[in-house]
């Protein structure tokens, strides 16, 4: 099946600081989603994002379907910026069945 | 209610006996999925309902999971005979239609002792 690769597993910034998480997926996808997992365990969707580039706020994200990633920016970050951030793939060839990598765990300090 | 509905938030259960957990997915959201997140990984998928009908339940992970959503809204995962493998965060999911964003619950955390 197809792999779903997230890096870095963990990061630590000072807040105010800029990052990037990438997301590798080995095979085509028809989707790909963004999400933010709160340290009380809510999943909030960030992003619905196949190909291109879409900007919400201090976050955007790119996604190139044709070299299999996607990138999160994550810009002047604050402290509820932290928790963990899951890219989920929809294989291609299939619908509903969004296979989810391992996350970057992100801790933003004061 | 505006956001996906999970009941109950926890659930702790002695090894062997049945369990019932229900989500109330978003209003008019014909898609629904069930995943299960152990501590420190990624959800994993479970099954997605489109309307009434099992899509996809690839993700079950044996014949002691159901899950039903009979008139296309309110659905329930079933597990039988449970096991401590099995404790877990279930969460659900719904979302428009097919392969439109996904919107989560707050998720079933299940205890089995």
């Known amino acids: 099946g197809i792999q779903v690769e997230q890096s870095p597993p963990d990061l630590i910034l000072q807040e105010g600081a800029n990052s990037t998480l990438r997301c590798n997926f080995s095979d085509s996808v028809n989707n790909l989603q963004w999400f933010h997992q709160n340290p009380w365990g809510q999943l909030i969707n960030l992003f619905y994002i196949p190909s291109g580039t879409k900007q919400n706020g201090r976050l955007s994200a790119t996604t190139v379907a044709t070299e299999r990633y996607s990138l999160l920016y994550i810009s002047s970050s604050q402290t509820t910026d932290s928790g963990v951030y899951f890219c989920?793939?929809?294989?291609?060839?299939?619908?509903?069945?969004?296979?989810f990598g391992k996350g970057t765990k992100l801790s933003v300090k004061p | 209610g505006a956001g996906v509905s999970q009941t109950p938030s926890n659930k702790v259960t002695e090894k062997g006996k049945y369990v019932e957990l229900r989500c109330d997915p978003i209003s008019g959201h014909t898609a629904l999925y069930w995943y299960r997140q152990s501590l420190g990984q990624g959800p994993e998928f479970l099954i997605y309902f489109q309307g009434t009908g099992a899509a996809d339940d690839s993700g079950l992970p044996n014949d002691r999971f159901f899950a039903v959503r009979p008139e296309g809204s309110v659905s329930t995962l079933k597990i039988q005979r449970t096991e401590r493998g099995d404790s877990a965060v279930y969460l659900c999911?719904?979302?428009?239609?097919?392969?439109?964003?996904?919107?989560f619950g707050n998720g079933t955390r299940l205890t089995v002792t």
């Open positions: 989920a793939v929809e294989p291609g060839g299939s619908q509903g069945n969004l296979i």
């Open positions: 999911a719904s979302s428009l239609f097919g392969s439109s964003p996904l919107h």
